[in-house]
């Protein structure tokens, strides 16, 4: 019944009314999520001196995996920014991995990191990741205490980005990409928070060796020699590792942070893979858990990216591969990585080229997890202290600060030099662009022709700011129909205890990520946040894609890295000032928030999308979907190293992206039940799709397996899962089944 009559009620009352119960509700929730925290999850007591300082506390720590592979056919894929390279089939998911650490005393003091097996992180999707787990567990995960972190695969799928640019090759924005990552990392998240549990944290270095050079050297050697002196090699070596236990000390998974870019797999690779990143992951989750699927472990072990930016995985240099050349096979230009004062020629090689780049990503991928296996084996340093985050976005547009030395500089508004265009050993670019060339003498006239037709002439100030960069697109001033780069940025530092992650929306090159490190380690001890102790690691491209990151003399030479850091030669600087000024928010009892600038407008509802719709698909006269066209030999004896295809009508993938699911599978027959061992997320699979006739909507799959060793003899089948979309717009699903074949192998069990 109504303790009051509702008709004597004004609206200011009612609005009153409203406002009490929603308090009242949050407070609820607020005591429920603090009661299954503290009860559920067994807290263990800190221990506190007797003036009260509490000297020591556990962790609640969660770990979670979610797909996030977008559509695998008829997509710009991102990286390489090259138009041709569209997507027609899938080697292995992409995958978002998740990591939940909270202080065990105070829950709410929790931070979130993610490494996506994507290209790099993006304000949009961040965002709409923010907002989902933000409204799902309001005040405990916001836009201040989750990082999106990349592991910069040049073999993803691309038009997620929100700015203008990337869209140029991508044909706009991709909204089935988007969708696809942030369902699947927001899922990765949810999955860490529901396994949060009481745990241990420690963590420790070592040496990887072979698994990345620098593509640059000629800029690296422009830094100070005495600085160079420091270090052994011109790119990091070190991989540093955050190693995650239960309180019986059994290893949930880790967090490693080691530079080298995602780009085994070459331009010309057309199949979506998390690159040697993502092939790490698996293999050292498969080592741990061998009987699960991919994606469906427990385990969850984590490469992230660092201070990636003049890194390459190709370590066995660049080569000039000019058939009839005289410098066919010679090393390329020191200074300018040219054959012939041309660059299209000059390629990096992985350390598997003479097989396959698929080879070359395995083994680099091998030595990452060799690396983490060994700290995984040892004896590592505890981490302990309180968990804190800082946050604020920065414009970079003619941002000023000082300087230590008392001088005030400036950034600038985004813009790339010709050296951009010029691409790298890991990814030629064309025409006549070159590295390193940053000259005064006028540049190719039909080029500044172009320029000025696609983006506004920098105006004096800005070709000033940016000197001495020669401007190719003055993307900065280039607003329509939307912004083409990212004026604002995110700046932001998560700490766990004495572990602290400098979160960077960009590629910080070697010695830029070393500065930066040594900075704020140096800043962070000296302002009594941590000890001697401290492990400072970067993780990047996070958040806002930036470009890069160089020196200032990196910069003064316009190699690739130096014409991509957009915001001028005083970048860096910047970031170590704006980075160092987060430092008093990670104390134990810092209060409030940094100041920040406004955050960038949301631009997806402006964003052009080019990509036309799956109209229909429709199988030859005479065939069903998921008929075979191509079959197995079925008389055939098959042994390890074998390759097994299989042929069938096909739909296009898009039609649905079976995000936690498989388009394939290899199955065993066992028990008279056949048994799937291996799925569209393994690396000795392929799914290839083939449009074989557009006005009718015919295509094809094709099914590939690559027999590993060890694998048992028996009888097997291939399978293919599909969905078809007709004319009337329904989407229906079906399976096609290949004739079984046998292995004839020694009968070893998987």
């Not at 927001?186 to 549990?197: G, I």
Request: glycine share 8%.
């Amino acid at each position: 019944m109504y303790l009051v009559d509702p008709s004597a009620l004004t609206p200011d009352v009612w609005r009153i009314m409203h406002s009490v119960a929603e308090l009242l509700g949050k407070a609820f929730l607020w005591t429920s999520v603090l009661l299954s925290t503290h009860s559920a999850l067994k807290i263990p007591t800190p221990t506190v001196q007797s003036d009260g300082t509490q000297v020591e506390s556990g962790y609640l720590l969660g770990l979670g995996i979610g797909d996030i592979t977008g559509p695998v056919v008829e997509t710009n894929m991102m990286g390489y920014a090259d138009r041709q390279q569209t997507d027609t089939g899938l080697h292995m998911r992409q995958r978002s991995r998740a990591w939940i650490v909270a202080d065990a005393t105070q829950p709410f003091n929790r931070v979130v990191f993610i490494n996506a097996d994507i290209g790099m992180g993006d304000t949009g999707i961040r965002r709409s990741i923010v907002s989902a787990l933000s409204s799902t567990y309001p005040g405990l995960y916001t836009n201040e205490n989750i990082a999106l972190v990349a592991t910069h695969s040049h073999a993803g799928v691309g038009g997620y980005l929100e700015n203008l640019l990337p869209h140029i090759t991508s044909l706009g924005y991709v909204k089935q990409t988007a969708d696809a990552i942030i369902d699947g990392t927001v899922m990765a998240v949810r999955r860490a928070h529901e396994s949060l549990a009481p745990g241990i944290l420690s963590v420790g270095n070592t040496t990887v060796l072979n698994a990345n050079i620098n593509r640059s050297p000629s800029a690296y050697l422009a830094n100070p020699a005495d600085e160079r002196a420091k270090y052994e090699y011109d790119v990091d070596k070190e991989m540093t590792l955050l190693r995650f236990d239960d309180l019986d000390g059994d290893a949930r998974g880790f967090l490693s942070f080691f530079p080298v870019h995602g780009t085994s797999l070459y331009q010309n690779n057309t199949l979506v893979s998390g690159d040697n990143k993502g092939m790490a992951a698996y293999l050292y989750e498969a080592m741990v858990e061998p009987s699960s699927m991919p994606g469906n472990t427990t385990f969850v072990a984590g490469f992230t990216q660092s201070n990636v930016g003049d890194t390459s995985p190709n370590t066995l240099g660049a080569v000039c591969e000019s058939p009839g050349n005289p410098w066919d096979g010679q090393v390329c230009d020191f200074e300018h990585s040219t054959c012939g004062n041309r660059t299209e020629d000059c390629r990096g090689r992985g350390p598997g080229f003479r097989i396959s780049d698929y080879e070359s990503n395995l083994i680099i991928a091998q030595r990452q997890v060799d690396g983490a296996k060994e700290l995984m084996e040892q004896e590592l340093a505890s981490v302990s202290g309180p968990v804190r985050w800082a946050h604020r976005y920065l414009d970079m547009n003619f941002h000023r600060f000082e300087l230590p030395n008392g001088t005030v500089v400036q950034t600038c508004p985004p813009a790339l030099g010709y050296s951009f265009a010029g691409g790298t050993t890991d990814g030629p670019g064309k025409f006549d662009f070159i590295q390193g060339d940053n000259s005064s003498s006028p540049q190719n006239p039909f080029w500044e022709l172009v320029k000025g037709a696609v983006t506004p002439p920098p105006p004096p100030e800005q070709i000033a700011c940016q000197d001495p960069k020669p401007i190719l697109l003055d993307t900065g001033y280039a607003h329509e129909p939307y912004q083409w780069s990212p004026d604002t940025v995110d700046i932001q530092i998560l700490r766990v205890g004495n572990f602290v992650m400098l979160i960077i929306p960009g590629e910080m090159t070697t010695m830029a990520g070393r500065r930066i490190r040594e900075t704020l380690r140096a800043q962070l001890i000296s302002s009594g946040v941590v000890g001697e102790d401290a492990y400072i690691v970067v993780a990047g491209p996070a958040n806002t894609y930036a470009h890069y990151v160089t020196t200032r003399e990196e910069y003064a030479v316009q190699r690739y890295e130096g014409a991509s850091t957009i915001y001028g030669p005083n970048t860096l600087d910047a970031y170590i000032h704006e980075y160092g000024n987060l430092v008093p928010y990670l104390t134990i009892n810092a209060t409030g928030s940094p100041p920040s600038d406004p955050a960038p407008l949301d631009l997806t509802g402006k964003a052009i999308s080019l990509q036309l719709p799956v109209s229909q698909d429709h199988p030859p006269l005479m065939k069903q979907f998921g008929d075979v066209l191509v079959d197995v030999n079925p008389n055939a004896a098959y042994h390890a190293g074998d390759a097994v295809t299989a042929q069938f009508v096909g739909a296009n993938p898009r039609n649905n992206l079976r995000l936690e699911g498989t388009f394939l599978t290899v199955e065993r027959l066992l028990n008279e039940r056949w048994t799937p061992i291996r799925s569209d997320s393994h690396p000795s699979t392929t799914f290839q799709w083939t449009r074989t006739n557009t006005l009718f909507g015919t295509s094809t799959v094709t099914i590939t397996w690559r027999i590993e060793p060890e694998t048992p003899a028996g009888i097997y089948r291939l399978s293919y899962f599909g969905d078809a979309k007709h004319l009337t717009g329904s989407i229906t699903p079906f399976v096609g089944v290949s004739s079984q074949f046998i292995i004839v192998q020694s009968a070893s069990l998987l």
